[in-house]
């Protein structure tokens, strides 16, 4: 495994950057096996951000299909505890209608019930794709 970009790494920042002006105070880890890039959990309010930077992945390969699968399925125990779920990608605008396709479908296919969704684009030409998980 070759070792993360510079760009990876300034949209790993600003996942964690809005995760924490979101409110999400706490790191943590979602499982042993999986390890998004940013995983921060809320207490009080039972919500967990999982956040992903993608940059040399696209929407449309099986190794990323399978590793937000794998993202949504371990959340699943949060969800059970009442947490909402919420899963964050910071990747280039021209690819993020199809990362939001991804995402809806994904949560649907792991067996969950995707609330509300949205694309924010950033100034830089990247955009933060979001979906929420409905308890």
Same mark, same amino acid.
């Given at each position: 495994?070759?070792?993360?970009?510079?760009?990876? =790494?300034?949209?790993?920042?600003? #996942?964690?950057?809005?995760?924490? /002006?979101? +409110?999400?105070? #706490?790191?943590?880890?979602?499982?042993?096996?999986?390890?998004? $890039?940013?995983? #921060?959990?809320?207490?009080?309010?039972?919500?967990?951000?999982? +956040?992903?930077?993608?940059?040399? =992945? !696209?929407? +449309?390969? *099986?190794?990323?299909?399978?590793?937000?699968?794998? *993202?949504?399925?371990?959340?699943?125990?949060?969800?059970?505890?009442?947490?909402?779920?919420?899963?964050?990608?910071?990747?280039?605008?021209?690819?993020?209608?199809?990362?939001?396709?991804? #995402?809806?479908?994904?949560?649907?296919?792991?067996? /969950?019930?995707?609330?509300?969704?949205?694309?924010? $684009?950033?100034?830089? +030409? =990247?955009?933060?794709? !979001?979906?929420?998980?409905?308890?």
């Amino acid at each position: 495994m070759t070792a993360p970009s510079v760009l990876h =790494e300034e949209r790993v920042r600003t #996942l964690r950057t809005v995760g924490n /002006l979101a +409110g999400f105070p #706490l790191t943590s880890r979602l499982t042993d096996d999986d390890w998004p $890039d940013v995983f #921060l959990v809320d207490l009080p309010h039972l919500r967990v951000f999982v +956040g992903d930077a993608k940059v040399t =992945e !696209s929407p +449309g390969t *099986y190794a990323t299909k399978l590793r937000l699968a794998s *993202y949504f399925r371990a959340s699943i125990r949060w969800h059970h505890l009442g947490f909402q779920i919420a899963v964050i990608l910071c990747v280039r605008s021209g690819d993020a209608g199809r990362w939001l396709q991804l #995402l809806l479908s994904t949560a649907v296919v792991v067996g /969950l019930r995707a609330g509300q969704s949205s694309v924010v $684009d950033l100034d830089d +030409g =990247e955009s933060l794709v !979001s979906v929420t998980v409905e308890t």
